[in-house]
């Protein structure tokens, strides 16, 4: 094995049509259905700029290779390519910020129990390191 993307990975497709046909026809009905060129209230190339936004974000590098290739089928610029990639690039920074006030509330009862054992009111601020 080169890497855990090669080019020729698209073979390994021939194990779902042998072991899980159904699935793999459902799959591919699904998909040809959602990527319809005609007859879906959002236009193709909007598709599949949201399409490489979300492989963007999931990091999936062969949705990042055809669903861009796709995008451009459909008439999508570089720069609306680029504005994609800006746009998974916040939803990712968006959903840091998100998970960290969730961290923050998930420790907040920790934070309380450790003041009021140590007669705190609460109101400096905490860190992880129970030196300072």
Not at 1 to 16: A, E, G, I, N, Q
């Amino acid at each position: 094995m080169t890497s855990y993307f090669d080019s020729d990975d698209k073979r390994y497709t021939r194990l779902y049509r042998s072991e899980t046909p159904d699935i793999l026809a459902s799959f591919n009905d699904f998909n040809d259905v959602v990527f319809a060129a005609e007859g879906r209230e959002i236009p193709l190339k909007y598709r599949e700029l949201i399409a490489v936004a979300v492989a963007i974000t999931t990091q999936c590098a062969y949705c990042i290779d055809g669903h861009s290739a796709n995008a451009v089928k459909a008439g999508a610029t570089r720069a609306e390519l680029a504005e994609a990639a800006w746009v998974a690039a916040a939803l990712k920074a968006g959903g840091a910020f998100a998970h960290g006030r969730l961290a923050l509330k998930l420790t907040d009862s920790r934070f309380a129990a450790d003041a009021a054992a140590q007669g705190d009111d609460g109101a400096h601020v905490h860190t992880a390191d129970p030196g300072h």
